[in-house]
Nanobody, 114 residues
Framework: QVQLVESGGGLVQPGGSLRLSCAAS????????MYWYRQAPGKPRELVAQITSSGSTYYVDDVKGRFTISRDNAKNTVYLQMISLKPEDTAVYYC????????WGQGTQVTVSS
């Protein structure tokens, strides 16, 4: 059974940092593009960043220069390092991979507030 488990969310002040992790189990995701999405209250889920199996990355404009996606294939894990966090980054962050269908984690809450 494929599972994605996110962790690392929490409450942080504006300008702070967090590192999210997404651990995959039940399958090897090292050859798959991995994605981080987020969903703020009342808004649709949106792509934040993605990383291919070869390590190529893409970021939406809102997070460029502040977020870094990376992966550790030996640990079957993807990370999202977030710095200079803003209140508008507040959302539930989800890990996603497409295998024989879409798989999502349960999400981890990130709240940026003073």
């Amino acid at each position: 059974q494929v599972q994605l488990v996110e962790s690392g969310g929490g409450l942080v002040q504006p300008g702070g940092s967090l590192r999210l992790s997404c651990a995959a189990s039940g399958t090897n995701v090292s050859l798959k593009t991995m994605y981080w999405y987020r969903q703020a209250p009342g808004k649709p889920r949106e792509l934040v960043a993605q990383i291919t199996s070869s390590g190529s990355t893409y970021y939406v404009d809102d997070v460029k220069g502040r977020f870094t996606i990376s992966r550790d294939n030996a640990k079957n894990t993807v990370y999202l390092q977030m710095i200079s966090l803003k209140p508008e980054d507040t959302a539930v962050y989800y890990c996603h991979v497409f295998l024989n269908g879409p798989y999502w984690g349960q999400g981890t809450q990130v709240t940026v507030s003073s």
